[in-house]
């Protein structure tokens, strides 16, 4: 059984930083496309960042030069430090995960090329955890 596990949310002030850990357990040799998704309330939910097995990443702009992502293949963890947070940033984080690997601006997985890689070609999900940062 797969199991997708975040941890690291909190609430700071604007400036400050937080780091985010993820845990996927369960899968093993597979390659594994791993991502951070937010979600505010009334807004759609955003893809920060993405890893595959081989550390290519993709950043969303609207945290590039604050947001790092970093991976431990070997525990199938995935980082996220976080830093010169916004008040915008506020916002439950998850965690995705799915079999494939980061090719150009897509996912290629099972034979199929998806740019952008919709929601759905991820097959395991985290329960979320919420990042609160006050003005």
């Known amino acids: 059984q797969v199991q997708v596990m975040e941890s690291g949310g909190g609430s700071v002030q604007s400036g400050e930083s937080l780091r985010l850990s993820c845990v996927v357990s369960?899968?093993?040799?597979?390659?594994?496309?791993m991502a951070w998704f937010r979600q505010a309330p009334g807004k759609e939910r955003e893809r920060v960042a993405a890893s595959d097995s081989n550390s290519v990443a993709s950043v969303a702009d609207s945290v590039k030069g604050r947001f790092t992502l970093s991976r431990d293949n070997g525990k199938n963890t995935l980082y996220l430090q976080m830093n010169i947070l916004k008040p915008e940033d506020t916002a439950m984080y998850y965690c995705a995960a799915t079999s494939g690997f980061w090719y150009g601006h897509g996912l290629y997985k099972d034979g199929y090329y998806y740019t952008p890689p919709p929601d759905y070609t991820y097959q395991y999900w985290g329960q979320g955890t919420q990042v609160t940062v006050s003005s």
């Open positions: 369960g899968v093993t040799g597979k390659p594994l496309l």
